[in-house]
């Protein structure tokens, strides 16, 4: 009796290994991740340098996405660093498209802010595609400079 549970055990693991396992959804990481560093000069001849990285990470089968952004901060002296600091963590953002499919995507952001920035620290863009049809979306955030960002997506034609 001991024997049959045994080969029964074994045989309902081999079924449920062999059964296909609800699929979570897909996540695609951007291409185009960046750095930017600045570096800065303290009182007391100290010196901090700032580094930021950002990317992407893409539903692929409901087309939501989430911006994602690492920092290090470094202070030191001319002996020995003094503090070091990091920060990081990822912001959901709305679908880009209403209904699940199968979608690729790749983003990007402007530079860091500097002279030529007039609303601020600037915004990305974002562009998505059904892998299963001829159709792209492309959508622009920027900063408006007044506290909130403004956001549009466009449908591309195909000519």
């Known amino acids: 009796m001991r024997h049959v549970i045994k080969i029964c055990w074994a045989a309902a693991l081999s079924l449920t290994a062999l059964a296909p396992a609800a699929r979570a959804d897909d996540y695609q990481l951007s291409h185009n991740q960046r750095i930017s560093c600045s570096r800065g000069l303290a009182p007391g001849k100290l010196n901090t340098a700032t580094c930021k990285s950002y990317t992407y990470l893409f539903n692929t089968k409901t087309s939501e996405y989430f911006r994602c952004q690492v920092?290090?901060?470094?202070?030191?002296?001319?002996?020995?660093?003094?503090?070091?600091?990091?920060?990081?963590?990822?912001?959901?953002?709305?679908?880009?498209?209403?209904?699940?499919?199968?979608?690729?995507?790749?983003?990007?952001?402007?530079?860091?802010?500097?002279?030529?920035?007039?609303?601020?620290?600037?915004?990305?863009?974002?562009?998505?595609?059904?892998?299963?049809?001829?159709?792209?979306?492309?959508?622009?955030?920027?900063?408006?400079?007044?506290?909130?960002?403004?956001?549009?997506?466009?449908?591309?034609?195909?000519?």
């Open 71 to 159: 920092s290090l901060a470094l202070t030191r002296d001319n002996k020995e660093v003094i503090n070091v600091q990091t920060d990081g963590g990822c912001t959901k953002k709305p679908r880009i498209f209403e209904n699940d499919g199968h979608y690729d995507f790749d983003a990007t952001e402007t530079e860091p802010p500097n002279t030529n920035s007039f609303f601020g620290p600037g915004g990305y863009s974002v562009w998505a595609a059904d892998a299963t049809a001829q159709k792209v979306r492309g959508c622009i955030t920027i900063s408006s400079g007044l506290g909130s960002d403004i956001s549009k997506c466009m449908d591309m034609t195909f000519q």
